[in-house]
């Protein structure tokens, strides 16, 4: 009886805290696609640069989360990461901007690629003199 007792007790813990692991926390990082950027074409060294990035979110959870880029070369890799949060969302997409910094460290051609899908971006150059 005292074994089932504590079995209960450790049950009941579990469910109160909301969830039993973390894949259904109702708050997630996902890519989403770039459909558009806009900004300056060129830039000063050591200078940042703004661009408005406009992405779609999957559902009315959806919200710009962060920038992921990673730079090789003169050429720099953008994903954008939309953050879901909440568990009952609309199923609507929504349409939204956010603002990417860029500051040259070296003179010339920029090229950028911003994730839309797998194998697919949309591109943008910038020059610094």
Known sequence: MKQIHVLFLCLTGLLSSGCLDNENTCDVYAPAPVTGVSGPSNGLLFQPMTFQVQFA?????????????????????????????????????????????????????????????????????????
């Open 57 to 129: 979110a999957g559902n009315g959870c959806g919200s710009f989360g962060n920038f992921d880029s990673f730079t090789v070369n003169d050429s720099t890799e953008v994903i954008l990461k939309a953050r879901y949060q909440g568990c009952v969302c609309t199923q609507q997409i929504l349409y939204l901007t956010a603002n990417f910094t860029f500051t040259p460290t070296r003179s010339g051609a920029h090229y950028f690629k911003y994730y839309v899908r797998e194998g697919e971006y949309v591109r943008d150059t910038i020059w610094v003199p």
